[in-house]
């Protein structure tokens, strides 16, 4: 009779201790898997923070080196102005020199425009995150 009670009981321990080593099992895996995804949401906050708008790249450039300023390149912005004003005072001079002024500030533009992006390519790698885990997370925050 002993036995039979000590052998129960041993089914029984045995029972507990696999279904609450599976349950800490579990409540670990999922605790990892929240420290990663806090991880990532960090990365994903912090190129949103650091990323530069192309669209607004190209519009500050209606001033002159403006776009450049935008993305913190001061020394192209004093290149890209003066290089707009000369242009723009060879054509007061001589008309036939309008269409270059047009091109240098159209070019000035384009620049800005493609620093910016290229900054973001740059700076996705640099946090790890690829173009899909941001638009998950965009329609994620359109969601809400």
Same mark, same amino acid.
């Given at each position: 009779?002993?036995?039979?009670? $000590?052998?129960? $009981?041993?089914?029984? #321990?045995?029972?507990?201790?696999?279904?609450?080593?599976?349950?800490?099992?579990?409540?670990? #895996?999922?605790?990892?898997?929240?420290?990663?995804? #806090?991880?990532?949401?960090?990365?994903?906050?912090?190129?949103?923070?650091?990323?530069?708008?192309?669209?607004?790249?190209?519009?500050?450039?209606?001033?002159?080196?403006?776009?450049?300023?935008?993305?913190?390149?001061?020394?192209?912005?004093?290149?890209?102005?003066?290089?707009?004003?000369?242009?723009?005072? $060879?054509?007061?001079?001589?008309?036939?020199?309008?269409?270059?002024?047009?091109?240098?500030?159209?070019?000035?533009?384009?620049?800005?425009?493609?620093? $910016?992006?290229?900054?973001?390519?740059?700076?996705?790698?640099?946090?790890? #995150?690829?173009?899909?885990?941001?638009?998950?997370?965009?329609?994620?925050?359109?969601?809400?």
């Amino acid at each position: 009779m002993q036995i039979k009670r $000590a052998v129960c $009981a041993l089914l029984v #321990l045995s029972f507990i201790s696999t279904f609450v080593g599976a349950e800490m099992k579990y409540g670990q #895996l999922q605790e990892e898997e929240t420290v990663e995804s #806090l991880k990532q949401e960090l990365r994903i906050a912090q190129y949103n923070a650091e990323k530069r708008n192309p669209d607004h790249a190209a519009f500050w450039c209606i001033i002159p080196g403006g776009g450049q300023v935008y993305n913190g390149q001061y020394l192209k912005a004093v290149v890209a102005y003066c290089a707009v004003l000369l242009s723009a005072l $060879a054509a007061w001079g001589n008309a036939s020199y309008a269409g270059l002024a047009v091109a240098v500030w159209t070019y000035s533009a384009y620049d800005a425009h493609s620093t $910016a992006k290229e900054y973001n390519k740059n700076l996705k790698k640099k946090y790890g #995150l690829s173009s899909i885990q941001l638009l998950d997370t965009a329609s994620l925050n359109s969601t809400l």
